[in-house]
């Protein structure tokens, strides 16, 4: 068979080379995270092999799509309305932005600081994948507040909380944050109250963390027992931490994550 095309893609964390056929449909797959290409159909192994020979690489296995998990299944059957997955990092600070007034629209606003602080975070977030880790951004809570970064993976599941201190110094004397001249404010006892939030609605331990991006001095007198500091040049250690969660875990609470009905009684 000739004419067969090969496409790269990322989907659900993972680099993907799809095989298809010149009408478009996908008729096998490469993994080259697990090393396995997985064929729709068996009768065209050799054709598919052929085209995926330049890509391959020692170890490759090769067989039917696996069966599909309970965590896959509950993905597949969620209405694109009630996933969060697609939230892009600072999501309901982009919404708030673009319904500002056109002659506001190139004013400084102090908002747009803390945009790009969450989208410098949530790139570095989002690299974790490649370890097994699962992302989601600014997922909404009842009310107002959101969560800017839940992060789910081996080492647990982290309740992120950016603080947005660029070029400034930042001191930490729980529960009082004070960035640069301004006045003190519990960050710490709102990033803990999304934490609880996020363990009630997901039934399992949410390790509260504030995450201080672009600081030029950060002190901590003395450091908080259960909220993490982490600034954001600090974010990939995180895939050496791990012995909490096994992966069917992280996909099982990550599945329930994604809902937006898991968050509705939080």
């Excluded at 290409?37 to 020692?58: F, G, K, Q, W």
């Excluded at 945009?115 to 009842?142: K, M, N, T």
Aim: aromatic letters at 4%; hydrophobic letters at 40%.
């Amino acid at each position: 068979m000739t004419g067969l095309r090969v496409t790269p893609a990322r989907r659900q964390g993972r680099d993907r080379l799809y095989v298809s056929l010149p009408n478009g449909r996908s008729i096998a797959w490469y993994d080259r995270d697990t090393g396995r290409v997985s064929l729709v159909s068996d009768r065209h192994r050799a054709d598919v092999l052929a085209a995926l020979a330049p890509y391959l690489t020692d170890g490759v296995t090769v067989g039917p799509p696996p069966v599909p998990t309970s965590a896959d299944l509950a993905r597949l059957s969620l209405h694109p309305d009630d996933d969060l997955a697609p939230n892009r990092p600072g999501e309901a600070l982009h919404a708030e932005l673009d319904h500002l007034p056109a002659g506001h629209r190139f004013r400084q606003d102090p908002r747009r600081a803390e945009l790009a602080a969450q989208q410098l975070l949530g790139g570095e977030f989002d690299r974790l994948e490649g370890a097994g880790w699962r992302i989601l951004h600014s997922v909404p809570l009842p009310g107002t507040e959101h969560i800017d970064h839940l992060v789910i993976g081996p080492a647990g599941v982290l309740a992120v909380h950016t603080l947005q201190a660029r070029r400034l110094r930042v001191r930490i004397a729980d529960p009082m944050v004070r960035v640069g001249r301004g006045e003190p404010v519990p960050q710490l006892r709102l990033a803990r109250r999304r934490a609880e939030r996020a363990a009630l609605a997901l039934t399992a331990v949410v390790r509260p963390v504030l995450a201080v991006v672009g600081a030029a001095r950060l002190d901590v007198v003395p450091a908080p027992p259960d909220v993490r500091i982490l600034r954001d040049d600090e974010v990939p250690a995180l895939t050496r931490l791990g012995g909490v969660l096994k992966p069917a875990d992280i996909e099982a609470l990550y599945a329930t994550a994604r809902d937006r009905r898991s968050w509705l009684r939080v």
